[in-house]
């Protein structure tokens, strides 16, 4: 063997050796700590630093009503909104995680625990661009639940998901229920750039897991150009055509309004990083959040996160027992009945759930056995436990 040849092989070797090893380095970095879950070899920075988020005059007559909760807004807000379909976004709540992007602008909320006492949220935005969203998770079969309640194939952005063979098995639902490559956007089969790793975002060094975000307009876009997904499917159908709308009223005036001023929650007892308590405002006639005993900022803009209505469904919470490291995997009996609370005007209501079916909606009824009206504005549903903890003062 010549000079030549051995120089082309010893070259050869040392690029191969480092090409190895910055490899390793992104993948390594790019998968979660729970070696069992599906890991996610994306670890792309972030050139994205503005919250790129569609905004609307507020100048404008707010004439129209968000179908998800009654809350008004403009015409051109509505023709925007007409040209997608609800989208809900795993996103998570770990310490580390917070702030997160992009609860503010949710319609809705779903809050519960995913695991170890550690709640997540199911952020579902329809009417408001939120800009950025997340750190987002993976998926969890009891928020499937809850976003199948949104018409026909919401979307349902996510990063993986429990995977263990069982009643627990979010990914393998999602494939059961038809979404898989359709509605379904799981950051492992779509990536860079509708999604993408920000390792600086929170202002302090993360582990890689809490370091995915996406976009509100790039998971519409994703869903329209490549899935053929708008306000309508690839058949044509509406996704509002078999949507139940809950019922809305205007605030009780300022006169009218009660003095249940506080909301303490604990999903599961004596874990107070995760407690919440919503500190209600007469004024405003909304409920400021509070989680771990400090302010809950939303990242982009840096205002405490707030709603109109507060619903806590108290639901029999299980383990999966799939054979899942620590038997972490949690299940909820989301259909059937079972205790509600509403907070809504400085008042609690006791009230009944009822959801007969996965895609049927979650409806709310009062002791005398009619339907709750909600307030205009943001709905946090709270999903405890039967053994969680309520106190008001």
Request: hydrophobic letters at 35%.
């Amino acid at each position: 063997m010549d000079k030549r040849k051995i120089i082309i092989i010893f070259l050869g070797i040392i690029f191969y050796i480092a090409s190895a090893g910055i490899s390793y380095g992104l993948f390594s970095k790019g998968s979660v700590v729970n070696k069992k879950e599906l890991t996610s070899p994306l670890s792309l920075p972030s050139t994205n630093k503005s919250s790129d988020r569609l905004t609307f005059s507020q100048n404008a007559p707010k004439t129209e009503a968000c179908p998800l909760n009654g809350a008004f807004y403009s015409k051109d807000q509505s023709n925007w909104w007409q040209k997608h379909r609800p989208l809900g976004v795993m996103i998570e709540n770990q310490r580390e995680a917070r702030p997160q992007s992009g609860l503010s602008f949710a319609d809705v909320v779903y809050e519960a625990v995913a695991e170890g006492g550690i709640t997540r949220f199911l952020a579902v935005f329809y009417c408001q661009d939120a800009g950025i969203v997340g750190p987002v998770r993976s998926a969890r079969t009891y928020f499937l639940d809850f976003i199948s309640e949104y018409g026909s194939y919401p979307l349902y952005a996510h990063v993986g998901g429990a995977n263990a063979p069982g009643p627990a098995n979010a990914l393998g639902q999602i494939t059961n229920y038809g979404w898989t490559g359709y509605n379904d956007l799981n950051q492992f089969s779509i990536g860079f750039p509708t999604f993408w790793r920000d390792y600086s975002r929170q202002g302090h060094t993360v582990a890689t897991e809490h370091t995915m975000y996406s976009t509100t307009t790039k998971l519409w876009d994703f869903a329209a150009k490549s899935r053929g997904l708008t306000n309508v499917d690839k058949n044509g159908n509406s996704w509002e055509t078999n949507f139940v709308k809950y019922s809305f009223k205007n605030d009780d005036p300022l006169s009218d309004r009660g003095n249940v001023n506080t909301i303490h929650i604990e999903f599961w007892p004596k874990f107070e990083s995760y407690a919440v308590d919503w500190i209600y405002d007469k004024t405003s006639n909304s409920y400021k959040r509070e989680n771990g005993g400090v302010p809950h900022i939303d990242r982009d803009t840096g205002k405490q996160l707030t709603t109109k209505n507060i619903v806590v469904l108290f639901m029999k919470e299980t383990h999966a027992n799939d054979g899942y490291e620590n038997n972490i995997h949690l299940l909820y009996g989301t259909t059937g009945m079972g205790d509600a609370i509403v907070f809504r005007d400085g008042k609690e209501i006791n009230a009944t759930w009822k959801k007969a079916s996965r895609t049927s909606r979650t409806l709310l009824f009062d002791t005398n056995g009619s339907p709750i009206k909600f307030n205009r504005g943001k709905i946090w549903f709270e999903i405890l436990p039967t053994y969680g903890i309520v106190n008001t003062k």
